[in-house]
C-alpha cells in the first residue's frame, strides 16, 4: 500500500518553461512534506519542504504547493534550466514522537529540453 | 571531506559471500538510516540508529545486518543474500530523528546478487 505516489515516472519540459512535479498522499495524519532532487550516481538531495500549516512554501525557482483537502502537492519550477533535469522524489512524514520517518514516492524523472 | 560517504559504491557478490556496506558522515549528526532502493520502488527504510542504538528495524530478513559502532559510522552486514536483494543502497544521517529533520544522503552503494 503506497502512501505517497507519483503517477508520472517522466516529464519533459522546454528550458525556461515551468516544471510542475505533482504528488498524492493517503495519509492525512501526514504533515510535513519534502521534495529531494537525485542525480545519477549520487545520492537524494533536499530542495524544499512544506508544513501542512501552510499552503505554499518558495525557494528561489521552486514553488511547493499543497493542498490538504486534495491530499495532493506539487514542485513547481519556474525557470526550467538544463541542470534541473534529475530524478525528483516527494515525501512525507508525520509527528512520532520523536520517531518520525519518511514515506518516499517512486519518483519522476525530469528532463529538460534546451 | 565532507557529508556522507558510502564503501563501495558498486558490489556484486554471490549468495553464500559474505560483505559489508560502510557508511561514515562527517556531519556531526546523531541520527542514521539504511534505506534500499529498488527499480521502480520508492525508498524504503530498513534501520534507523539514535545515538548509536537502533531504534527502528522495518521488517527486514535477518540476513541484513547492521551495526552502528559510533555516531559517524554505519555498517550493514550482508550474508547468503537473495537475487531480489539487488538494489541501491542508501545510507542518510540526520540531526536528530525528530520531525522536520532534514536528511541527508549518500551516494550509495549499487549492489548486485548473482
Known amino acids: 500500500d503506497q502512501q505517497v505516489k507519483q503517477n508520472s515516472p517522466s516529464l519533459s519540459v522546454q528550458e525556461g518553461r515551468i516544471s510542475i512535479l505533482n504528488c498524492d498522499y493517503t495519509n492525512s495524519m501526514f504533515d510535513y512534506f519534502l521534495w529531494y532532487k537525485k542525480y545519477p550516481a549520487e545520492g537524494p538531495t533536499f530542495l524544499i519542504s512544506i508544513s501542512s500549516i501552510k499552503d505554499k512554501n518558495e525557494d528561489g525557482r521552486f514553488t511547493v504547493f499543497l493542498n490538504k483537502s486534495a491530499k495532493h502537492l506539487s514542485l513547481h519550477i519556474v525557470p526550467s534550466q538544463p541542470g534541473d533535469s534529475a530524478v525528483y522524489f516527494c515525501a512525507a512524514s508525520r509527528f512520532n514522537f520523536g520517531n518520525e520517518k519518511l514515506t518516499f514516492g517512486t519518483g519522476t524523472r525530469l528532463t529538460i529540453i534546451p | 571531506e565532507t557529508g556522507v560517504t558510502q564503501t563501495p559504491r558498486h558490489l556484486v557478490m554471490g549468495m553464500t559471500n559474505k560483505k559489508s556496506l560502510k557508511c561514515e558522515q562527517h556531519?556531526?549528526?546523531?541520527?542514521m538510516y539504511w534505506y534500499k532502493q529498488s527499480a521502480k520502488k520508492p525508498l524504503e527504510l530498513m534501520f534507523v540508529y539514535s545515538l548509536e542504538e537502533r531504534v527502528e528495524n522495518n521488517s527486514v530478513p535477518s540476513r541484513f545486518s547492521p551495526e552502528c559502532p559510533n555516531s559517524s559510522h554505519l555498517f550493514l552486514h550482508l550474508h547468503t543474500l537473495q537475487p531480489e536483494d539487488s538494489a541501491l543502497y542508501l545510507c542518510?544521517?540526520?540531526?536528530?530523528?525528530?520531525?522536520?529533520?532534514?536528511?541527508?544522503f549518500g551516494p550509495g552503494t549499487r549492489l548486485l546478487v548473482l
Open positions: 542518510a544521517s540526520s540531526q536528530t530523528m525528530t520531525h522536520q529533520e532534514t536528511q541527508y
Open positions: 556531519l556531526g549528526h546523531n541520527a
